[in-house]
């Protein structure tokens, strides 16, 4: 059994290397989640699993024990509204944008991606709405998906889902049209595989290397994280963002306790946030 004491140990030390803030509560969760690891480690306590964790130079540890403590929960068109949004407001705009020569490519970023179900799941309603505006290709879309997870990544990398993945959320005439059936998995084709491109990367980094995004999807995450560390994210995804730039959250989520950079905006139910428009960063972001 963990003590108090190995918890906030180990707790501490999760929030320093990902950001997920465990308040009390969370102390099965650690024990549930950590105990075959302790023993596979050789360790005899949570204590000493905390130590070689500590010393091992190789991060090796420290990211099972992140690998072991993330949820990974996700879901094809998960809460369908934002997948509406994308086809009936956003892609349409960004595609008179493209027809009229003001734009070249909409950019689009999936910040903690799982096992790819969500960008796929944009990549795939991106090739729906190119069926009806044939001026659009599959070009005038970059999907840069991450996670901090490499095991996540390495699924979505492969696009190979099994029975239960393919039954959560995806239609069958999807199914039929996006994926190949083999014995036991589904792989996606390659004309969706190529429209993502996946890297690992943790929120707590800087990721200005990505390049100005028009649309963000950081959906189901923030909820994890603490107070300043939401403020943070939020603050940084804004600078990333263009002007006019979208941001997608999670459903139970809200960004109004902890931002005043973005508007809300409602379409057909669904909820999205729009960076507001300030004059200097106008000025300073303006080139396309
Ligand atoms: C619950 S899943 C959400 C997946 C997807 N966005 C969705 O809504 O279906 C949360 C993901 O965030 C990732 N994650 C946790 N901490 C992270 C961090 N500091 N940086 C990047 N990704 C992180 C986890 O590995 C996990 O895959």
Redesign the pocket.
Same mark, same amino acid.
């Given at each position: 059994m963990i003590s108090l004491e190995e918890f906030h140990l180990i707790r501490d030390y999760i929030e320093k290397h990902?950001?997920?803030y465990l308040s009390d509560e969370k102390v099965y969760l650690v024990e549930t989640r950590l105990t075959a690891l302790m023993f596979e480690q050789g360790c005899k306590s949570f204590r000493e699993l905390y130590q070689k964790a500590v010393l091992d130079r190789t991060h090796v540890l420290r990211d099972k024990i992140i690998e072991n403590i &993330? &949820?990974? !929960? &996700?879901?094809w068109f998960?809460d369908l509204h934002p997948f509406g949004i994308l086809d009936e407001v956003l892609f349409k705009h960004y595609a008179d944008e493209i027809t009229a020569g003001r734009k070249d490519k909409i950019r689009i970023w =999936?910040?903690? =991606?799982?096992t790819g179900? !969500?960008p796929y799941s944009i990549a795939m309603t991106f090739r729906e709405f190119m069926r009806e505006n044939h001026r659009l290709r599959p070009d005038h879309i970059e999907i840069t998906a991450?996670?901090?997870?490499s095991t996540?990544l390495f699924i979505g990398k492969m696009g190979r889902y099994d029975n239960l993945s393919m039954s959560r959320g995806l239609s069958e005439e999807f199914r039929d049209r996006y994926f190949v059936r083999g014995d036991k998995v589904w792989t996606i084709k390659d004309e969706i595989k190529q429209m993502v491109k996946f890297q690992k990367?943790?929120?707590?980094e800087n990721f200005h290397h990505l390049g100005r995004q028009d649309i963000v999807?950081c959906?189901?995450?923030l909820i994890?994280f603490s107070t300043e560390f939401k403020q943070n994210i939020l603050r940084r995804i804004a600078s990333l963002l263009r002007p006019n730039g979208y941001l997608f959250l999670?459903a139970s989520e809200s960004i109004i306790m902890y931002t005043q950079e973005y508007e809300m905006l409602r379409h057909a139910m669904g909820l999205y946030y729009q960076i507001k428009q300030n004059e200097e960063k106008h000025h300073a972001y303006s080139v396309r």
């Amino acid at each position: 059994m963990i003590s108090l004491e190995e918890f906030h140990l180990i707790r501490d030390y999760i929030e320093k290397h990902c950001g997920i803030y465990l308040s009390d509560e969370k102390v099965y969760l650690v024990e549930t989640r950590l105990t075959a690891l302790m023993f596979e480690q050789g360790c005899k306590s949570f204590r000493e699993l905390y130590q070689k964790a500590v010393l091992d130079r190789t991060h090796v540890l420290r990211d099972k024990i992140i690998e072991n403590i &993330t &949820t990974n !929960e &996700t879901y094809w068109f998960r809460d369908l509204h934002p997948f509406g949004i994308l086809d009936e407001v956003l892609f349409k705009h960004y595609a008179d944008e493209i027809t009229a020569g003001r734009k070249d490519k909409i950019r689009i970023w =999936c910040s903690a =991606c799982s096992t790819g179900q !969500e960008p796929y799941s944009i990549a795939m309603t991106f090739r729906e709405f190119m069926r009806e505006n044939h001026r659009l290709r599959p070009d005038h879309i970059e999907i840069t998906a991450s996670d901090i997870s490499s095991t996540v990544l390495f699924i979505g990398k492969m696009g190979r889902y099994d029975n239960l993945s393919m039954s959560r959320g995806l239609s069958e005439e999807f199914r039929d049209r996006y994926f190949v059936r083999g014995d036991k998995v589904w792989t996606i084709k390659d004309e969706i595989k190529q429209m993502v491109k996946f890297q690992k990367l943790n929120l707590q980094e800087n990721f200005h290397h990505l390049g100005r995004q028009d649309i963000v999807f950081c959906r189901n995450i923030l909820i994890y994280f603490s107070t300043e560390f939401k403020q943070n994210i939020l603050r940084r995804i804004a600078s990333l963002l263009r002007p006019n730039g979208y941001l997608f959250l999670g459903a139970s989520e809200s960004i109004i306790m902890y931002t005043q950079e973005y508007e809300m905006l409602r379409h057909a139910m669904g909820l999205y946030y729009q960076i507001k428009q300030n004059e200097e960063k106008h000025h300073a972001y303006s080139v396309r």
